[in-house]
């Protein structure tokens, strides 16, 4: 029996996976499956060939979302580069996960929908978890895919918290069509950092759009104080409480700054934070994390959800192959720091 914690983008993928493959699968979520809120994402060709190596119909999820043709970065130095897209594709979140909960719906794993995870305890070969009011039993593999601010890692290792990443973090969608500086091109996602006269890292803002959509999507990533609360997503909120602060930290794109906020009604909020591998327990083949349960990254690496995905196959491919998961996902942690360390070297660049 294999006992998934989290419905979001990789437990869906990895529960309904495995059920479409006859192994008897729990999931266990505490809102009930459907659109939800939250922000937009983008997902690389890694991210999309896992899915698609889980079962999940490329078809589906290339019908509601769509290709970048590449990426374009700009700072206030005057620096330029661009890269070429690598199979990334854009998502409203909530469409990602509209997809996924049919393909879960429909695989025969048992949906545990609508009661609130407060707690796990695990020993070897039995877990409990509390759900609600009930202490439900379970044999066989735990996976915590419950997120950053995840109950399973919390009773495993209460002592590896997330830690404020410096940043916090707005999504924005205009409400009516904007037209769009004719120095950016469409389906690319353009970013525009501030750079401090010591040469530091200040803000950054970033967009895309299409011609045939009345809505076009941004983000700004602020350093500052947190927000107070104990967990990072803060919300949607309207968009008048930020735009000064927005503005503030934007002066060398303010004029198109100022378009965007102009057409925005709400904005959602998030404090970015992370979750570090270091002394991080060993994978256990009774119980193992995976995506930001295990190593959340702040949203300014870009690359998030492709980990919870690749994580989630690797899972997927020992439990089918009748390897040890917990094996796969060490070796995902290895992989992981290896990514992160070349994208260092690459900034530094």
Known sequence: MVSVIGGGIAGSCLAGGLARKGHPVAIYEQQHPGPGAGAFLFIDGRGHDAMAAMGVDRSALQEVSYPLAGLDYEDSRGRRSAMPSRGHRFWLRRNLMGVLSEFVADSGAELCYGAPISGVTSSEDSHAIQRGADVV??????????????????????????????????????GTPLDPPPTTAPAVLHFFAEVAEDGSAGSTFGHIWRPQDTAALWFVRIPREPLPGTRDDIGMRPVDEWAETVLAATPSSRALVSAFLAHTEVVHVSNARNVSLEQARAPQDSVILIGDADHAITPAAGVGARDALEDARAVFDAIIGADSPAEAMTQRRKQILTDREAAQRARRR
């Open 137 to 174: 039993a379970a044999e066989g593999l735990l996976v915590g895919a419950d997120g950053i601010d995840s109950v399973v890692r919390a009773g495993l290792e209460p002592d590896r918290t997330p830690v404020y990443a410096g940043d916090v973090v707005l999504y924005g969608m205009t």
